[in-house]
């Protein structure tokens, strides 16, 4: 938190400590962009048409960053404090630094308890739940419906596609690449290029979709007789397992710091208001 050198009574001193903060700051701020972007491109992680923005690229290299910040800013406001002539300035000091672990503390928590919770996933499959219907009528040329496997962030992606059928209907589920390679090459060619291990609807069936990068994924429905089927399917999400596996431990480093550093400055905040009021 930046604070007047004047105002807080530090000298030269201070402010010296004040300017090697904000230059230091400026360039990690600047390392924090160049490589957010670098590991954008470097994982095919961004697109305008159709929009993608992978946040799970960057995500925890610019949580490190920030806690590497955190750590500096509390070393900086030690030093800080160190050099301040008067009880007064370190009680402001350690006041607002206390107000701001507060903060920081509410936020960890709420992400822990958000992800480790077990209605999270209801709430991101009643939100984020897709699906569609699509006829079959032919045995060797199918129906086909689209969709994208994650959402345009990549917080969440398709867990399970259920089908329902009134009759009896083969599906197969390909990614975009194979599906423009091969669309004219027929059935069989086709099938051999399925995401999706089973692939009869009898009249039910339930693909586990296999954790993939963001793409469009196509469905073919043909129909076994030739005879005009009515489809329904619905797809699952869930938040993507990086997410849940790694954010909460991100989380939690910052429960902690954050945690020492409220009670540090409670007790120095008391320290100094004894000091002010002696």
Avoid: C
């Avoid at 230091?24 to 697109?47: C, K, Q």
């Avoid at 209907?169 to 390909?174: D, G, N, R, S, T």
């Avoid at 991100?250 to 002696?278: E, H, P, T």
Wanted: aromatic share 16%; charged share 20%; proline share 4%.
């Amino acid at each position: 938190m930046k604070y007047d050198s004047g105002k807080l009574e530090g000298g030269y001193r201070l402010a010296y400590i004040h300017r090697t903060k904000r230059y230091l700051f400026m360039a990690e701020a600047a390392i924090i962009l160049i490589f957010t972007i670098y590991l954008l491109v470097v994982e095919g992680g961004f697109s305008l048409r159709p929009f993608f923005l992978s946040i799970n690229s960057f995500i925890y290299f610019v949580l490190i960053m920030l806690l590497v910040i955190a750590l500096e800013s509390f070393v900086f406001t030690i030093l800080e404090m160190r050099f301040m002539s008067s009880d007064s300035a370190r009680f402001i000091t350690t006041q607002r630094a206390f107000r701001s672990s507060l903060l920081w503390i509410f936020v960890s928590l709420l992400v822990i308890l958000l992800l480790w919770a077990p209605i999270l996933p209801e709430m991101v499959d009643d939100e984020m739940g897709s699906g569609g219907g699509l006829e079959a009528s032919s045995s060797s040329e199918p129906t086909v419906a689209s969709f994208f496997n994650t959402d345009p962030l990549g917080l969440t992606e398709v867990d399970v596609i259920t089908f329902q059928a009134n009759g009896l209907v083969e599906v197969f589920i390909l990614n975009e690449e194979n599906y423009e390679r091969f669309e004219s090459s027929g059935k069989e060619v086709l099938g051999g290029y399925r995401v999706n291990p089973e692939y009869e609807v009898r009249p039910e069936l339930a693909v586990d979709f296999p954790a993939t990068t963001h793409g469009r994924f196509y469905i073919l429905a043909y129909s076994v007789d030739g005879t005009p089927v009515d489809v329904e399917y619905s797809m699952t999400q869930r938040v993507s397992p990086s997410m849940v596996t790694y954010l909460p431990v991100m989380a939690l480093l910052f429960l902690a710091a954050y945690s020492i550093w409220a009670v540090y400055n409670f007790v120095q905040n008391k320290r100094y208001v004894k000091g002010i009021y002696r």
